[in-house]
C-alpha cells in the first residue's frame, strides 16, 4: 500500500510512474541518503551542490538552478523546508512520484515528488541500533526503540549520528577535510487512539549538521578531490519540526488534519573565486519559518465512485543575508580590499488551496480519474542593498520592496483499463505548477527588481503497471512528454546570479521497473531511464546568445540499473548493483559535459536472529564524475568507499 495521492491504495491501482523502495531494500543496497536512493529510479537524479543540499531532477525538470529553494520533500505528509533532508532516518518506505503532482500537492510539485513515510509506533516493544565505519573515518550511529504506553497510547523514539572527514583535500591550505561535517537528527512519535476510529499523533524532527565547505574546484585544474581555495569554508544548518495529526470518521467519511510549523536555518561561508588568490568570499545565512494546516476529508465507503476534498493554509517566512566580501587581491577583479557588498532580502508568503480528486469505475474494468487543485499565494518582498568598509557604509543603500499575487490552477485527468488482476494500462494529462519567485538574496538590486512569473508544466503519459507471476514479478513501464512554458531559470553573469523566464522547454522520454523473485532468498531489480529534452525557445540569456535547441542540464541521457539480493534461510545475505549514469551537460549554455560513468556497489554479511554484521563498497570502479557546477568551478561525487556495518534488532 502506497499513500502518493493523499489516500492508501496498492500502487498498481494509481494511474501515475511511481517508485517505491521499503525500508528493509534501502539497507541491503545501502541506500541511507536520497542522491543513492535515486540510482534505482528511472529518470530521477540528485545534483548535490554541498554535502547536504542539493537539486531533485525528474525527467529533465529541476535542474536549472534557482535562486531560492525549492522544496519538494514530504515527510509523513509535510513538505519541510530544510536543506538536508535528505538523510534517510528510521524510515518505513520512500514513494517518488514522476511527473506533475501539483493538481494535489500543490506549487513547486510540477515535476515531482518524493515522500518519505517513517516507521510508526506499533503495540509491541521493539529496539533496533547499528553502527557503520566506512572510509574517510566516517561514523554512522543510529537506533530507534518504541511501544506501548497504556492501552491507547504508544510511542517511538529515532536518533541518528553521522561524522566524516570527508574525502575532499586543499593542496593550497594542506588540509585533508574540505567536506567533513558532523549530523545529529532525532524523531519522537506519540500516538493517542482514544477510539477504533480516532488517531492523535504527535511528532517532532530535529536536525543539525555543521561541517566544511571546500568542495569546488577550477574546472580549469581537471576532475579531482583537489582544491586551490585559499579559505575553508563551512556550512552548517539546524531544524525543528512539530506535527500535530489528527485522523477521525465523520459519519462515513475519513476526515484528517495536519498541522506543521517548520523552524529552519542554514548558514554558508566559501571561497567565491575558488582559487588560492584572496578576492572574494561569500557569506550567505537564510531562515525559513513555515506553518501549514491541511484538512481532508474522503469517502471510506466503498463502491464505483470515489472521492476526497481537502483545504491547505500556509504562512510562510523567508530572510536571508548574502555578504560578498573582497580580500588583499580584489584589485585582481576590479573591487576594493575590505569592501562588502551586502543584500538583506526577506518574502512573507500568505497561501491557500482547495483541491479535490474524485475516480469513478465503469464497466467493471475502466476508471476515469479527475483532479483539481487551485493554489493562491500573496507574496511580500523587502531587500535592502549596501556597500560596507569595516563595518560603516561607504555608499547610500538601496530599498526595493514589492508585492504580487499569483493562483495557480492545476487540473489533471486519467483514464485507465485494467485487462487483468493486479494489472493496469492508463493514460494521463496534469498541469504542473511552480509559484512566482523573487531574488531576494542577491547583493545587486539589477537582480532583485524584475520578479519572475510563475512556470507550468503540461505532462502526457501512458503506462502500464503489473504484478505478475503470483505476484514474484512487479514491472510498470511509461511513455511520456513534457511541455515547459515560462521556465525559471537563474544564470550567472559576472558575480552576478540573475534570475529569468526562459520561455519554453520540452522532455520526452520512456521508462521502465522490474523486481523480480525467481526463487526464495533472491530478488533481482532493475530499470531503465530514456531522456530527450531541450530549449525550445531561449533568446534572452545575459550573455546575448540565443540557446534555442541546447540540451537542458543536469539530465542524463539514460540510466541503467541492475542489482540482486540474496538472503540464506542460513544467515548468508550478499548484494551487488551497477547504475550506469549516461552522459550529461551541466550548464545551459552546453560547454560542460559530464561523460557516461558506471558505479557499482556490493554488500555481504551474515544475519543472525537479533544481530547482523555486513562489510560492504561503494563506488567500487572509483569513478571521478561531476555533479555539480558554479560558474567556471566544479563538485565531484563521492568515490570509492569500503565500510563494516554492525546492527542489533530485539
Not at 542 to 552: I, K, T
Request: proline content about 2%.
Amino acid at each position: 500500500m502506497v499513500t502518493a495521492h493523499k489516500s492508501k491504495e496498492d500502487k498498481q491501482d494509481i494511474p501515475a510512474s511511481i517508485s517505491v523502495a521499503d525500508g528493509l531494500t534501502m539497507q541491503d543496497f545501502g541506500m541511507d541518503e536520497l542522491d543513492t536512493l535515486t540510482g534505482f529510479i528511472p529518470n530521477v537524479s540528485v545534483n548535490k551542490s554541498q554535502t547536504h543540499a542539493g537539486q531533485i531532477v525528474f525527467r529533465g525538470i529541476g535542474g536549472m538552478t534557482n535562486m531560492n529553494k525549492i522544496f519538494n520533500i514530504n515527510v509523513d505528509g509535510v513538505t519541510i523546508p530544510y536543506t538536508a533532508i535528505d538523510t534517510f532516518l528510521d524510515v518505513e518506505r520512500v514513494e517518488i512520484l514522476r511527473g506533475s503532482q501539483s493538481s494535489l500537492y500543490g506549487r513547486n510539485t510540477h515535476a515531482g515528488v518524493v515522500n518519505v513515510i517513517t516507521v510508526k509506533p506499533t503495540s509491541e516493544f521493539t529496539l533496533d541500533a547499528g553502527v557503520d565505519y566506512k572510509s574517510y573515518n566516517t561514523q554512522k550511529i543510529k537506533t530507534a526503540f518504541g511501544g506501548p504506553v497504556g492501552d491507547n497510547q504508544a510511542y517511538r523514539v529515532a536518533l541518528g549520528y553521522n561524522h566524516t572527514d570527508g574525502y575532499m583535500e586543499n593542496d593550497f591550505l594542506g588540509t585533508d577535510d574540505g567536506s567533513r561535517y558532523e549530523k545529529i537528527s532525532g524523531r519522537a512519535i506519540y500516538d493517542y487512539t482514544p477510539s477504533n476510529d480516532s488517531l492523535i499523533r504527535f511528532s517532532i524532527f530535529g536536525d543539525g549538521y555543521d561541517g566544511g565547505f571546500d568542495e569546488f574546484f577550477l574546472l580549469s585544474q581537471g576532475i579531482g578531490t583537489s582544491t586551490m581555495n585559499n579559505e575553508e569554508g563551512k556550512a552548517k544548518a539546524h531544524l525543528v519540526s512539530p506535527t500535530l495529526t489528527w485522523e477521525t470518521k465523520v459519519n462515513s467519511f475519513d476526515l484528517t488534519s495536519t498541522t506543521n510549523y517548520s523552524s529552519s536555518n542554514s548558514q554558508t561561508v566559501f571561497d567565491l573565486d575558488y582559487t588560492m588568490m584572496d578576492m572574494m568570499i561569500f557569506n550567505y545565512d537564510e531562515d525559513f519559518n513555515t506553518l501549514t494546516q491541511e484538512f481532508r476529508l474522503a469517502d471510506g465507503a466503498s463502491g464505483a465512485f470515489k472521492w476526497l476534498a481537502g483545504a491547505f493554509f500556509m504562512l510562510e517566512e523567508f530572510e536571508s543575508m548574502t555578504d560578498m566580501g573582497f580580500g588583499n587581491d580584489a584589485a585582481t577583479v576590479g573591487y576594493i580590499l575590505g569592501m562588502h557588498m551586502i543584500g538583506d532580502g526577506s518574502i512573507d508568503s500568505q497561501g491557500v488551496a482547495l483541491f479535490g480528486q474524485a475516480a469513478y469505475t465503469f464497466f467493471e474494468k475502466f476508471e476515469l480519474r479527475m483532479r483539481l487543485r487551485l493554489d493562491y499565494e500573496h507574496r511580500e518582498l523587502t531587500w535592502q542593498g549596501r556597500t560596507e568598509m569595516s563595518g560603516s557604509s561607504i555608499a547610500p543603500a538601496q530599498d526595493y520592496t514589492r508585492d504580487d499575487d499569483w493562483l495557480g490552477v492545476m487540473p489533471a485527468v486519467s483514464i485507465s483499463y485494467a485487462p487483468a488482476e493486479n494489472q493496469k494500462i492508463y493514460a494521463s494529462i496534469d498541469r504542473g505548477y511552480k509559484v512566482g519567485d523573487y531574488a531576494a538574496n542577491q547583493v545587486d538590486i539589477n537582480a532583485v527588481v524584475e520578479p519572475v512569473d510563475p512556470e507550468y508544466t503540461m505532462t502526457y503519459e501512458i503506462g502500464y503497471n503489473a504484478l505478475l507471476a503470483d505476484r514474484r514479478l512487479e514491472f510498470s513501464c511509461a511513455v511520456f512528454y513534457i511541455d515547459w512554458t515560462n521556465m525559471q531559470v537563474s544564470v550567472v553573469k559576472g558575480n552576478v546570479a540573475l534570475m529569468q523566464n526562459a520561455a519554453e522547454a520540452h522532455t520526452y522520454g520512456a521508462e521502465f521497473e522490474a523486481r523480480w523473485r525467481p526463487v526464495r532468498g533472491l530478488d533481482l531489480f532493475s530499470c531503465l531511464g530514456l531522456l530527450e529534452g531541450e530549449f525550445d525557445r531561449y533568446d534572452n540569456h545575459p550573455d546575448s546568445v540565443d540557446l534555442s535547441g541546447n540540451a537542458l542540464p543536469n539530465a542524463h541521457e539514460y540510466n541503467f540499473s541492475v542489482g540482486a539480493i540474496y538472503r540464506h534461510d542460513r544467515g548468508f545475505f550478499a548484494s551487488v548493483s551497477a547504475n550506469f549514469l549516461g552522459p550529461k551537460f551541466l550548464d545551459e549554455l552546453n560547454e560542460v559535459e559530464q561523460d557516461s560513468y558506471t558505479l557499482v556497489n556490493a554488500k555481504a554479511g551474515y544475519e543472525a536472529d537479533h544481530w547482523s554484521l555486513y562489510l560492504y563498497g561503494r563506488n567500487l570502479l572509483d569513478e571521478e564524475y561531476l555533479v555539480y557546477t558554479h560558474t567556471d568551478a566544479g563538485r565531484i561525487g563521492e568515490t570509492a568507499v569500503v565500510g563494516a556495518q554492525f546492527s542489533y534488532l530485539f
